[in-house]
C-alpha cells in the first residue's frame, strides 16, 4: 500500500488543526428555519468541500464542524399566525381546566372529590397536599372566591408547569367517571339553576339563600346568565373534545394539520380572546415560536448520530413567546441524556422578552390603532403602566427561575443547562433592576421569619397570597446567583446580598391582628402586602438609550401596521 502523500501525509495533530481551522465559524452556526438547516454568518451555506475530496477526509472530518461551531436559535417570527393561534389554544385550554376544577366548590360536584381521589393526587404531587387540604375546608366554609387557578401568578409556590400538570392530573383523574363530564355539560343547562353570580356587579347585595330569590335573580338578570351559562358549556364541551386528543407539549411547533385537527375538534373560536371573549387583535403582534422550541423542531429532524456530534447550543430568548415559554427546555432534556457532552445555555433578554413582554397582551386587545398607540394622547396613559412593572418584575424573573430550577428534578443532567439574564443593551441599568429583584426576595424571606417571630403558623395557602411572595425556591435561587453558586447567572453586576434583616426592620411596627374575617385567607400578612405594595408603586422602571424611554415603546416595536397586517 503506498504511503500517504501530499495533505495526508501531515501529522495526525496538524491535518486536525487545518479542519478545525477550516471549519469554525466566529459567530458559529445558525439555523435557519425556513430551509430547516443550519446557516454560517450572514446567512451563507456552510462550507464543507473539504470532507468530499476523499473518504479517509471525511473520516476524519466526521462531525467536526457541529463540535467546533456553537449553534445558535433564535425565537422564530415567521410563523406568526401559527403561533398565535397556538397561543390562543394553550391560554384557553388552561382556562377551562382552571374553571373545571374551580366547579368542585359547587354542591353538585362535590361527591367527585373523594378520600381515594385525594390520595392518588398527593402521591403523584405531594407538594399540593396541603393545598388540596385546605381547599375541602374552604369548600365546607363556603368561600366564594376560591378557586384551583394559579395564586396571583405564582403557582402556588411551585413551577408553572408543574402546576398545570398538577391540574391535568386531577382532570384525568375526575374525567375517567365519564359522569364527571357529562354533569359538567348539564350544570348549564336548563332554567334557575347552573348559573354562577361570580362576576355579577352587585353580587355583595345578593341574597341568594332560597328558591324565590333564585328565579328573581335569574329573571332579573336573565340575559348575563344566559350567555355565562353558555360559555361555560361551551368551555366544557371544548375540555372534552380535547381530552380525546393528543394534546401537542407546549414547546412544540404545530403542523397545520395538527393546528387545523385541534380546532376542528375543539371547535374554538380564534377571533376571540379566551379570557375575555371579545374579538383580539392577535394579527397586529409579532407572534413568535421560543427559541428552545425552534432547537427542539431542529434535533428531532435530524438523526441520533448526528445529535451526539453537537457539543454547544445558545438560546436566544430575544422577544416573549407563546405557550408557557419558560418550560420549553422540559422538550431538550431527552437530547441531553442522550448526548452527554452536550451544553444548552438559554439567554433571555431582560428588557424585551421580559419586561417589554409584559405588555404583550394588554397591547393586541388595545382598540387603537398602532399609529395612535404612538401618538402624544396615548403615552401618556404608557408612563402609569410603566409604574406596574417594577411590582411585576419579580413574579415575571421567577418564572424562568423556577422553570430552570425544577429542571435537575425532571432529569436534566448535571453541567448541561445554563439560564443567563441578558441585561444588553444597557448593563448597568439592569443591575438597578435586579435590586428590585433582590429585595423581593428579601421581602418574602423576611415575612417568613415574621410569621415564626409571631408563632404564627398561617397555613398553605396564607403564606403564599400577597403581592411578593414569588415561589418557594425564589430566596434561595437569587442568593445562589448573586453568590455565582448556581446555573443562573446574569450578564451584568449584581451587587451583594439583600439581607431581609432590613426589611423586618423596617417592618416592625406590623403586628397580626387575630381579629377579623374567618373567611379572609390572607388575613395574617394582609398588612405586610399593603406596605410592600406601598413601595414598589412608588418604583417606575424607565429604560435608558439605546433603548427607548418607555417600556411600551419596546412592546410597540413588536406591533404591525396595518399595512403590515394586509400584506401578511
Same mark, same amino acid.
Given at each position: 500500500m503506498p504511503s500517504p502523500s501530499g495533505f495526508l *501525509?501531515?501529522?495526525?495533530?496538524l491535518r486536525d488543526t487545518i479542519y478545525h481551522l477550516y471549519v469554525f465559524e466566529a459567530d458559529g452556526y445558525h439555523f435557519d428555519y425556513e430551509s430547516g438547516k443550519l446557516r454560517a454568518s450572514g446567512n451563507r451555506p456552510i462550507d464543507l468541500a473539504l470532507m468530499y475530496t476523499s473518504t479517509f477526509v471525511a473520516a476524519e472530518m466526521h462531525h467536526l464542524a457541529l463540535r467546533s461551531n456553537v449553534l445558535h436559535f433564535s425565537t422564530l417570527k415567521s410563523e406568526q399566525r401559527k403561533a398565535a393561534h397556538f397561543e390562543m389554544f394553550f391560554a384557553h385550554f388552561e382556562l377551562c381546566k382552571c374553571e373545571t376544577l374551580t366547579s368542585l366548590k359547587k354542591p353538585p360536584f362535590h361527591r367527585y372529590k373523594t378520600p381515594e381521589f385525594d390520595a392518588k393526587v398527593n402521591l403523584r404531587y405531594p407538594q399540593f397536599e396541603s393545598l388540596l387540604h385546605q381547599s375541602l375546608d374552604l369548600l365546607k366554609r363556603g368561600v366564594p372566591t376560591f378557586s384551583f387557578s394559579d395564586c396571583e401568578g405564582s403557582s402556588w409556590g411551585e413551577a408553572d408547569s408543574v402546576f398545570y400538570a398538577f391540574q391535568g392530573y386531577m382532570i384525568e383523574l375526575l374525567s375517567r367517571d365519564t359522569d364527571f363530564l357529562e354533569t359538567l355539560a348539564d350544570f348549564y343547562d336548563g332554567p334557575q339553576r347552573g348559573f354562577d353570580i361570580d362576576g355579577c356587579p *352587585?353580587? !355583595?347585595? $345578593?341574597d341568594?339563600? !332560597?328558591k324565590d330569590s333564585q328565579a328573581s335573580f335569574y329573571e332579573q338578570h336573565r340575559g348575563?346568565?344566559?350567555s355565562q351559562r353558555r360559555e361555560r358549556r361551551e368551555r366544557a364541551s371544548f375540555l372534552r373534545s380535547m381530552l380525546l386528543l393528543s394534546i401537542p407539549e407546549h414547546w412544540t411547533i404545530p403542523s397545520e394539520d395538527v393546528l387545523a385537527q385541534i380546532n376542528k375538534v375543539a371547535q374554538m373560536n380564534t377571533s376571540l380572546d379566551p379570557y375575555s371573549g371579545k374579538r383580539n387583535s392577535w394579527e397586529r403582534c409579532d407572534w413568535r415560536f421560543s427559541a428552545a422550541a425552534a432547537a427542539i423542531h431542529f434535533f428531532?429532524?435530524?438523526s441520533q448520530s448526528t445529535c451526539l456530534g453537537i457539543r454547544n447550543v445558545v438560546l436566544h430568548e430575544d422577544r416573549r413567546s407563546v405557550a408557557l415559554p419558560e418550560c420549553h427546555v422540559l422538550g431538550l432534556i431527552p437530547f441531553c441524556l442522550q448526548n452527554p457532552q452536550l451544553h444548552i445555555e438559554r439567554r433571555v433578554n431582560l428588557w424585551r422578552t421580559l419586561l417589554a413582554g409584559g405588555f404583550h397582551r394588554r397591547l393586541y386587545n388595545h382598540p387603537a390603532t398602532l399609529e395612535e398607540m404612538s401618538g402624544r394622547d396615548e403615552r401618556a396613559r404608557w408612563e402609569i403602566y410603566d409604574q406596574f412593572c417594577a411590582i411585576n418584575i419579580g413574579k415575571i424573573c421567577c418564572r424562568w427561575i423556577s422553570e430552570a430550577s425544577a429542571l435537575p428534578a425532571n432529569g436534566m443532567p448535571a453541567d448541561s443547562f445554563s439560564l443567563v439574564l441578558d441585561g444588553d443593551p444597557t448593563p448597568d =441599568? *439592569? *443591575?438597578?433592576?435586579f435590586e428590585i429583584v433582590k429585595e423581593d426576595a428579601a421581602w418574602q424571606a423576611a415575612q417568613a421569619q415574621w410569621y415564626t417571630d409571631q408563632s404564627l403558623s398561617p397555613g398553605f395557602m396564607a403564606t403564599r397570597l400577597g403581592g411578593f411572595y414569588m415561589c418557594e425556591v425564589f430566596p434561595q435561587a437569587i442568593n445562589d446567583i448573586v453568590e455565582g453558586k448556581s446555573f443562573i447567572r446574569c450578564n451584568f453586576h449584581t451587587g451583594s446580598l439583600y439581607d431581609p434583616k432590613r426589611v423586618l426592620d423596617r417592618n416592625r411596627h406590623i403586628n397580626h391582628d387575630p381579629v377579623g374575617d374567618p373567611k379572609l385567607i390572607i388575613a395574617p400578612g394582609l398588612d405586610w402586602m399593603k406596605a410592600w405594595n406601598k413601595k414598589r408603586f412608588r418604583t417606575p422602571i424607565r429604560p435608558s438609550p439605546p433603548l427607548p424611554s418607555l417600556l411600551a415603546d419596546l412592546? $410597540? =416595536?413588536? $406591533?404591525?401596521s396595518e399595512e403590515q397586517q394586509h400584506t401578511a
Open positions: *501525509s501531515l501529522p495526525r495533530e *352587585s353580587f !355583595d347585595a $345578593l341568594l339563600s !332560597d348575563w346568565v344566559e428531532k429532524s435530524i =441599568q *439592569s *443591575s438597578e433592576v412592546a $410597540l =416595536q413588536d $406591533l404591525i
